[in-house]
């Protein structure tokens, strides 16, 4: 196999766009990505950014995430989230034993894999496994899934008290979904409940903890994966955060064009004398910079320290969560900036600004853009007091 590069799946990603702009209000009108863009997802390799060369991945580094989903969710913001999703459960998949990466990418290198880690169900010890059963909402992309990573909490007993978390990877016949996806934004992300009741998992097939962590910090001098040694936390935070800056992007681009050509009602300014629209343009797009920027930035310094056997510090993994949060919100702040000089057509449902606002406020209410809680851990961090932060 040639070797693929992070441009190169970029420019991909690039290339599908425009398909995945024409399927966007189908994609919400399906609240599920149309079949037709998960084929392109496994057509185009888009999802084997992260699998390891020897499975027929392509090892790419961890930034290569924000550039692809940056690029598609400028087209749909639920495309690109899922996409973003499913490459980065595919990195939580690589922590799990070889002979577990081996069954689940050795004959499917395009391996759709949905997960939710915030534990909502109990794993309990049994003769080489635990018996699992629960429900997980959230599930972004199930209905196309492979395999699916959900969050337990561990226990001895049935009825005994936790006593950690685990996350479990079961394939997709062991797992049931319930239709529970009406929602005001990202809509075509499918992020249904899934449902897994008194189901035997193997230990090989339990990561204890967080999927925090990928990779031993020595794998990443041995070119098997890039992306070995990492913070898993950080990369699930900053990984998640170029869905917003692609609905950003997205919008802009749509407001430039507008800015453009409308004359304004009622006024009758023309485009040149819309300075207040202008200035709105501006400094949105300013702040998506600065998001970008921030964000990629972290994503190279977390890549070099890998790639040195250099863990990173606490003080880094609070800017690394303070970061993340802060683009997001950057991201949303500069969408909802536009929309009222956006024009009066944009409040049609089929109208791109509008979906872009929903689906930046949807991204806002992740964890991962939870701004009170990641600037609080950051200065506590930096304080030298405790920081009780479950994506740290």
């Given at each position: 196999m040639s070797e693929v590069t992070r441009e190169e799946l970029e420019e991909r990603a690039r290339k599908l766009a425009p398909a995945i702009a024409e399927r966007a209000v189908e994609c919400e009108r399906l609240r599920r990505l149309p079949d037709e863009t998960?084929?392109?997802?496994?057509?185009?390799?888009?999802?084997?950014?992260?699998?390891?060369?020897?499975?027929?991945?392509?090892?790419?580094?961890?930034?290569?995430?924000?550039?692809?989903?940056?690029?598609?969710?400028?087209?749909?913001?639920?495309?690109?989230?899922?996409?973003?999703?499913?490459?980065?459960?595919?990195?939580?998949?690589?922590?799990?034993?070889?002979?577990?990466?081996?069954?689940?990418?050795?004959?499917?290198?395009?391996?759709?894999?949905?997960?939710?880690?915030?534990?909502?169900?109990?794993?309990v010890s049994g003769d080489g496994g635990v018996r699992v059963t629960g429900a997980w909402d959230f599930a972004s992309t199930c209905d196309h899934a492979d395999h699916a990573v959900l969050a337990a909490f561990l226990c001895d007993t049935a009825d005994g008290e936790p006593t950690g978390i685990g996350n479990v990877l079961v394939d997709r016949g062991d797992f049931e979904i319930e239709d529970n996806w009406h929602v005001a934004g990202l809509c075509g992300t499918g992020s249904k409940r899934v449902i897994v009741n008194d189901l035997f998992v193997p230990q090989e097939r339990v990561l204890v903890g967080h999927p925090g962590g990928f990779g031993d910090p020595a794998l990443a001098a041995t070119g098997r994966r890039q992306s070995d040694g990492l913070p898993g936390n950080s990369v699930a935070t900053l990984g998640l955060t170029g869905v917003a800056l692609g609905i950003a992007d997205g919008a802009l681009e749509r407001f430039r064009d507008r800015l453009a050509t409308k004359l304004r009602a009622v006024s009758f300014k023309t485009p040149d004398q819309q300075v207040g629209a202008q200035l709105r343009y501006a400094e949105s797009a300013a702040e998506v910079d600065a998001a970008g920027l921030v964000v990629e930035r972290d994503m190279e310094e977390m890549t070099a320290d890998a790639r040195a056997g250099r863990e990173a510090t606490m003080s880094q993994r609070a800017r690394y969560r303070r970061d993340a949060a802060w683009a997001v919100r950057a991201c949303a702040g500069a969408v909802a900036r536009l929309q009222p000089a956006a024009g009066a057509h944009a409040i049609f449902l089929d109208d791109p600004m509008q979906r872009a606002l929903r689906d930046i406020q949807s991204i806002s209410a992740h964890i991962v853009a939870n701004w009170d809680q990641a600037g609080e851990t950051f200065a506590r961090v930096l304080a030298g007091l405790p920081a009780a932060d479950p994506i740290l």
């Open positions: 998960v084929a392109d997802f496994r057509r185009l390799g888009l999802l084997r950014a992260f699998v390891a060369p020897a499975y027929g991945g392509y090892g790419l580094p961890i930034g290569t995430v924000i550039g692809t989903s940056r690029t598609l969710a400028g087209a749909c913001g639920s495309s690109g989230w899922c996409l973003a999703i499913c490459t980065l459960h595919n990195h939580v998949v690589s922590a799990f034993p070889e002979p577990v990466q081996q069954a689940v990418f050795a004959d499917n290198p395009d391996a759709v894999v949905c997960g939710v880690f915030m534990p909502a169900g109990r794993a």
